[in-house]
Structures are given as C-alpha cells and as structure tokens.
C-alpha cells in the first residue's frame, strides 16, 4: 500500500524485506557523509525495526515505477506544529531530481492535514539546502543543525 506517489516514485511502508537494500544504502559512505558513520548490518536492522517497522514509522521506502528500491523518506510528526521531512537516496539516483519530487508530495500531503513542514540537516549539506530553498523553506537556526520550516 503507498502512503502517496509521485510521477515517478512510490512512498510505501517498509517491509522486513527491505533489509538487505537498506543495509546497502546505510553502509555507503558516500550516502551518510552528512548523517551518521556508516551502520553495519546489525546497525540497520534495529533502524529497521524501531524507525521503519514501528506502529507510527519514521521512515518510509521509496521504490521507482519499476519496483526498486531508490531509498527513503523521512516523514513523521515532529511536535505539535511541525511534520518533519527528509530523504536519504541511493547515490546512483542522486541529481534526478528525487528529493524536490519527494519533498513537493511530502509538502502536500503536509498542507493537506494541516499542519507545517520542517528540514533538518547538517549546515554544510549544500543539496538539502537547494532543495528546502527551492520549495520555499527558510532557514530558522543553523546550530548546531540548520532548520528550515515552511
């Protein structure tokens, strides 16, 4: 079942069998630059469990229109006011334009219940940035993470 789609992505809930291709993802160096060290195996099946399995998950599978797996969304309640929201992409499916496609869908989806949409990350994650901007985020602190709220 898919919490929402996109033209070209499908945002469903994870599946203990998305293990091994989020394992993949979370290992990559590359991808979690700006999160945290790479997790190891055993690292992302807590993840999978008590961040994507949970009753109210934090995270969301994304998979394009032929099934594979691209990576995921973030996407929960963040306080009273805010949802936060985020992505963490395979590095093969950087710079096609995902991120702005998920954050657009995630920003409606956001509006459609009410509430406001928030973006976390590290001050110096450039991308993240260009994407928040370019859906008219604002910054509203840069320490020791920078936040943009719409």
């Not at 469903?12 to 979690?32: K, Q, S």
């Not at 929960?76 to 954050?103: I, K, M, N, P």
């Not at 450039?126 to 901007?133: K, L, M, P």
Request: glycine fraction near 6%; charged fraction near 30%.
């Amino acid at each position: 079942m898919s919490i929402f789609t996109t033209p070209r992505l499908r945002v469903r809930r994870f599946e203990p069998t998305d293990l091994d291709e989020l394992a993949g993802l979370l290992a990559d160096a590359e991808v979690m630059r700006h999160l945290e060290p790479p997790f190891t195996r055993e690292q992302t099946e807590i993840f999978l469990k008590t961040a994507g399995l949970a009753d109210e998950p934090l995270i969301y599978a994304v998979e394009d229109a032929e099934n594979r797996f691209v990576g995921y969304v973030i996407y929960h309640r963040y306080d009273d006011e805010f949802d936060e929201l985020g992505w963490v992409l395979r590095r093969d499916r950087w710079g096609q334009g995902y991120a702005s496609e998920l954050t657009a869908a995630m920003v409606v989806d956001t509006r459609r219940r009410g509430r406001r949409a928030l973006i976390e990350c590290s001050p110096d994650q450039t991308a993240t940035r260009a994407v928040a901007e370019k859906h008219g985020f604002v910054l509203t602190s840069d320490s020791p993470l920078a936040i943009y709220t719409l």
